[in-house]
């Protein structure tokens, strides 16, 4: 049986984008023992895809989604979505906030039928998007569920024992423990956490991470806030990419745009997880946006329509969308856009 390579699925995914050249025909992909589950002989994928080639030339048209009742998660809320915990007042006076995080093993959908044995934290892929404020004390329960050992790295300034690695602090926490990772909210900026067992690679391509905002004391100004992390999975584990994707669901942002408002201020929270591919970018289209490396500075370091991150990089994009319309966000790497990292803002009038 043909396995689903890197190759074929952008023959295959990248139908809907790239049209009906190669007729979109997925009739032999996939291994159902090694994750492209729905992707056997015959299954709906190529049936499915090979119909809205043809629409494509349409203009994405038509296309199947990805169920979120199926995955128990929606991008479209997940880009919204802030986790600001739970709060209570210290005899200090300082803020402590507190969130639980459980890691558990769960499948789900990163295209149409295409099914993912991943690892995730709280039901989610990413997970949740955990928020606090600059000084804050911050505490994470952390249990871990799944059958295999995890931890959770946060990025940040915190003592060594709190750095969620393995042989130091907890270290690694297996089936069925839990620990509590304890530290200071700083720098404020944009950072993340992810797990950190070994192999490294393994642990964060199948799904265990999350973005971490620490927003500055004094806050930033009001915008619609959205947050996009940049993943990608190896559906066949063959150590490269076969989707890629803003909020795990390739494709999803271009069926079911990002709705905003004209002359709306908009900030964007993007951090690149990507596993296995060096480098990814963000491309925006017809508009400009002020970048704020890593979120640390108030002072943005660029006035730009394109950005790049290696893995763990991340930023803050601020912009507002001066015409209403559909306009299109993507890698601006062809091969990533094409296996599912591109998207649409739609603005309102
Ligand atoms: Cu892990
Ligand atoms: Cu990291």
């Excluded at 601006?332 to 603005?347: I, N, P, Q, S, Y």
Aim: aromatic share 12%.
């Amino acid at each position: 049986m043909e396995k689903l390579t890197r190759r074929r699925a952008l023959c295959v995914l990248g139908a809907p984008v790239i049209a009906a050249a190669t007729g979109a025909g997925l009739a032999s992909a996939g291994d159902p023992g090694e994750g492209m589950h729905g992707m056997e002989h015959g299954a709906t994928p190529g049936a499915t895809y090979g119909a809205h080639a043809g629409a494509a030339h349409a203009g994405f048209a038509g296309a199947a989604l990805v169920d979120p009742a199926v995955n128990g998660f929606d991008p479209s809320e997940l880009v919204r979505d802030f986790d600001w915990g739970r709060t209570r007042r210290l005899a200090s006076g300082r803020v402590l906030r507190e969130w639980e995080l459980i890691a558990e093993d769960k499948e789900f959908q990163v295209a149409p039928g295409v099914s993912f044995a991943g690892w995730v934290y709280n039901g989610r892929v990413p997970g949740p998007t955990l928020r606090a404020r600059e000084g804050e004390l911050l505490r994470i329960r952390f249990l871990n569920a799944s059958a295999h050992p995890h931890t959770i790295h946060f990025h940040g300034i915190h003592p060594s024992f709190m750095d969620g690695i393995p042989d130091i602090g907890a270290g690694l926490i297996r089936t069925g423990g839990s620990t509590v990772y304890e530290f200071d909210a700083r720098p404020f900026g944009l950072h993340l956490y992810h797990c950190h067992a070994g192999p490294l690679a393994a642990h964060i391509a199948k799904g265990l991470y999350g973005a971490f905002i620490v927003d500055p004391r004094q806050g930033r100004r009001d915008a619609d806030e959205l947050v996009m992390v940049m993943n990608a999975f190896d559906t066949n584990f063959d150590q490269a990419n076969e989707v890629y994707a803003v909020n795990t669901v390739g494709f999803h942002y271009l069926y079911r745009p990002v709705r905003v408002k004209r002359e709306e201020p908009v900030r964007i929270y993007l951090v690149n997880i990507l596993e296995f591919d060096p480098i990814n970018s963000f491309h925006i289209h017809a508009n400009f946006f002020h970048y704020y490396p890593t979120g640390t500075s108030l002072a943005p370091s660029e006035y730009t329509d394109t950005i790049v991150q290696a893995q763990g990089q991340r930023g803050i994009l601020e912009l507002a969308f001066p015409y209403p319309g559909k306009y299109m966000f993507h890698a601006h790497k062809t091969e990533f856009a094409e296996l599912g990292w591109m998207g649409f803002f739609e603005v309102e009038p």
